[in-house]
């Protein structure tokens, strides 16, 4: 590999001290940030993105490790998306109140939004959770499959979901040109925005709730399933913001960074076709807003490491995950908001 990753991912992120705008009482002096992006053909607001390739190139790897993403259109084929989808319904609807297949769990009365009832597969590590507000019936299909919200681990539920991760051309492709042709499967999980309904998930970086010795060695990809848009809660990221390192997280209705450590105002929304894909660094921040449009949003995400990478204890990874003061930021330290 001609890019040297490290040298790309320093600098670029300015810092300004802010301490008294920190909600967190266990913070003692941070920064919030500012930070300076690139617009290229990769990062523009509404860009006409390339088709994924099947290799990255060297300009497009630089990319990746100096803003913390790519995106791209036409990952999926048309058949795959809709593979996909089916393959998320066929889920939902054959685990839900169906006892011999997945065990139901009732929503819970937390204000949480992941609090919602749940199917739980006795044959797989699958399950899948419904909108927190939604009181599931077994007497309307249709309803509760569109008031999914997510479905975790269904990797091996349908051909298509396995032969993303096994076998697709140009999604193995160019995870293979970020981590390096050894590969693991580190996570799978489908989010939905229900119509009207679908709620706000937080500013967050993914490796806050992961457990990894290396945290530059894992890779988030992002596939829409349906047109993902500003109005139907696509994803907003801060580009370059991976090089800020860890971020302290506290549970509020989710697990988030705490306020005043980044700035929402400079974050870019990734609009995407169906069958698109991002590809995001772990520690990138994050966030996708409400669908308040009439319109379903469905997404896979797929997490990757490299094989060296190794899954440590979360433990151990508040030695790795922590702040610039040296304290442990990951969503298992974290403590609830105004603690
Ligand atoms: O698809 C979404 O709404 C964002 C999900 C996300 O960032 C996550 O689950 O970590
Ligand atoms: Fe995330």
């Known amino acids: 590999m001609l890019v040297d990753y490290r040298s790309l991912l320093a600098g670029d992120v300015h810092r300004t001290s802010l301490s008294e705008k920190i909600a967190c009482k266990q913070a003692p002096t941070f920064d919030i940030v500012t930070i300076v992006s690139d617009e290229s053909k990769y990062m523009n607001k509404n860009p006409t993105r390339p088709d994924c390739p099947t290799e990255l190139s060297d300009e497009q790897l630089s990319a990746y490790w100096s803003e913390g993403y790519l995106a791209f259109e036409n990952a999926l084929s048309p058949a795959e998306v809709e593979e996909a989808r089916q393959g998320l319904s066929d889920i939902a609807r054959s685990y839900a109140f169906n006892d011999e297949v997945a065990e139901y769990r009732p929503r819970t009365t937390s204000k949480s939004n992941h609090g919602g009832a749940s199917f739980w597969s006795r044959s797989s590590p699958c399950f899948v959770q419904l909108e927190s507000e939604y009181e599931p019936s077994s007497e309307n299909m249709d309803e509760l499959e569109s008031k999914v919200r997510k479905t975790m681990y269904f990797q091996d539920e349908a051909p298509i979901f396995n032969s993303i991760y096994t076998s697709h051309p140009r999604i193995q492709g160019v995870v293979k040109s970020i981590l390096g042709k050894a590969v693991e ?116 995400q797929y997490h990757y490491r490299s094989a060296s990478n190794a899954t440590i204890s979360k433990e151990a990874y508040y030695k790795v995950f922590k702040e610039s003061d040296g304290t442990p930021a990951s969503c298992s330290a974290a403590l609830p908001e105004n603690f």
Not at 216 to 226: C, E, P, R, S
Not at 236 to 262: M, N, Q, W, Y
Request: with cysteine; aromatic share 6%; hydrophobic share 35%.
């Open 185 to 300: 499967l580190y996570q799978t999980m489908a989010l939905v925005k229900a119509a009207g309904c679908g709620v706000e998930k937080p500013w967050h970086q993914d490796n806050a709730y992961f457990a990894i010795e290396d945290m530059d060695q894992i890779l988030g990809t992002w596939i829409a399933l349906d047109d993902a848009t500003t109005e139907n809660g696509c994803m907003h990221l801060l580009a370059k913001g991976h090089k800020l390192g860890p971020l302290r997280h506290h549970h509020t209705f989710d697990c988030e960074i705490v306020s005043g450590r980044i700035d929402p105002a400079s974050s870019i929304p990734i609009e995407l076709k169906p069958g698109g894909i991002l590809f995001f660094h772990g520690n990138l921040p994050h966030q996708t807003p409400a669908n308040t449009s009439p319109n379903r949003r469905r997404a896979l």
